[in-house]
């Protein structure tokens, strides 16, 4: 069965990684936001109260210049004067003081904040100074920093929970595998956490299956073996009885006991991709001899294959058996209104598709993954009319995997079951 992919928003993966990141942006949130509605008001009232503070203090001194350059050197502050003691500035990018009250210099030059005040002598001064801006650079510079440093620590958090969810992908690989009928499976263990316990478990878990199955296979296989005898000294014993119903009767149960015996005998020979001999021939007469044999069967067989010879490696009669077994199934669970029974074939690149599609009632989809099970019925109960044991399907798939093919079954959109047979051409 092909594994459907999982919506994104159900990765425990993705969950982590958002939590993560929700974690990030909201820490951002929250440094951004103390800088701004904190740091800054608090920064630029304290730093307005020292500049007032600081020029009404320098203002009743009536500097001159020199004192002013001194002042200027020792705060980053630059000063200008205008008034009856003349003009002088400490730097000669400093604007007229007429240029800043007309408000057209605002920000300009360098960043700088401006405060003009009238003088005890009627004269003005400018103070030009660069705290505010040289805060809020370092300030934007540490939040550029935080930033670079967040999306460092999500990038690393993401590759280490990548590699701390790596049990989780293991075994799901694991899970797939044994969900496949792969019984030879074991989940590498790396860590020693929940995860590693997680996986002793399972791997525990797949050794138990997995001997349960061989015990149960061979339990079956010795049954049989041990069965054969008897049942030909059933069959010699039979025909020293004389004709009737009764005798009859017993044959038939004889030959069903036999034909269930021959089934499992074979499934066994079978395993690990055992007992096929396979030849390169043509694929095409074989399944027109199979047709053939069906044709007068109710509901009909249509058959549509390719005109080209297609070659392929296979043994004739084993494949013979699948096709058989395929066809059998579609006509013993076709309805009396069901349209034919198809047998198709379709090139796809070095691979040919057999195509063997029925009109009956179909698989229930919870039964799809378990159909080639060995004694899976889908109808539990066995009856006259459909009475298999369940073993069809599973020797087909055991002779499609020894000829390294593959077997898969899907329900028809309307109505009916289609199984495909996948083969490479040789
Ligand atoms: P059986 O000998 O019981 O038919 P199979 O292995 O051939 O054993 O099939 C297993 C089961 O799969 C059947 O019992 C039947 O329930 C179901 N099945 C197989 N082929 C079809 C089909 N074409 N339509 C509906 N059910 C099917």
Avoid at 158 to 184: E, H, I, N, T
Wanted: net charge positive.
């Amino acid at each position: 069965m092909t594994k459907r992919p999982q919506p994104l928003f159900r990765s425990v993966f993705v969950k982590l990684v958002s939590i993560m990141l929700a974690m990030a942006f909201a820490l951002l949130a929250l440094v951004v936001g103390f800088f701004v509605l904190i740091i800054y008001p608090h920064l630029s009232f304290t730093t307005e109260r020292l500049i007032d503070e600081y020029t009404r203090l320098f203002m009743a001194s009536s500097p001159d210049l020199a004192a002013a350059q001194q002042a200027a050197r020792r705060l980053d502050v630059e000063i200008r004067y205008e008034g009856p003691r003349g003009t002088w500035s400490t730097s000669t990018r400093l604007p007229t003081i007429a240029d800043v009250r007309s408000g057209r210099l605002r920000g300009t030059p360098a960043g700088m904040d401006y405060e003009t005040e009238t003088a005890p002598d009627g004269g003005a001064y400018l103070f030009a100074w660069r705290f505010g801006q040289v805060n809020r650079g370092v300030h934007t510079k540490l939040l550029w920093l935080l930033l670079v440093l967040m999306i460092g620590v999500v990038l690393a958090a993401y590759a280490f929970q990548r590699r701390l969810l790596r049990p989780v992908r293991w075994l799901d690989a694991g899970v797939a595998g044994l969900s496949s009928g792969r019984l030879d499976i074991a989940v590498p263990v790396r860590t020693h956490d929940e995860f590693g316990v997680l996986t002793q478990a399972f791997n525990r878990m797949v050794q138990r299956v997995s001997r349960m199955v061989q015990a149960r296979d061979q339990l079956l296989l010795d049954v049989s073996h041990e069965l054969r005898s008897p049942l030909t000294r059933m069959k010699l014993a039979l025909e020293f009885l004389p004709e009737g119903e009764q005798r009859a009767g017993m044959a038939a149960d004889v030959n069903e006991m036999e034909r269930m015996v021959s089934e499992l005998l074979e499934l066994e020979r079978l395993r690990d991709g055992r007992g096929v001999r396979r030849v390169r021939q043509s694929l095409l007469p074989l399944l027109r001899e199979v047709a053939a044999e069906f044709r007068d069967r109710a509901p009909g067989v249509h058959l549509s294959i390719t005109e080209r010879e297609i070659m392929v490696d296979i043994d004739a009669e084993k494949l013979r058996t699948v096709l058989r077994n395929l066809l059998e199934n579609a006509f013993k669970y076709s309805l009396p209104d069901s349209r034919p029974v198809e047998l198709s074939t379709s090139e796809n690149g070095d691979n040919i598709a057999v195509r063997v599609s029925d009109d009956g009632p179909g698989i229930p989809q919870s039964d799809l993954e378990s159909i080639f099970e060995p004694f899976f019925r889908v109808d539990r109960s066995r009856s006259k009319s459909t009475g298999g044991y369940g073993l069809g399907l599973s020797i087909c798939k055991r002779i499609m995997e020894a000829h390294g093919g593959t077997i898969t079954v899907v329900r028809n959109a309307g109505r009916g079951t289609t199984f495909f047979l996948k083969l490479a051409k040789s």
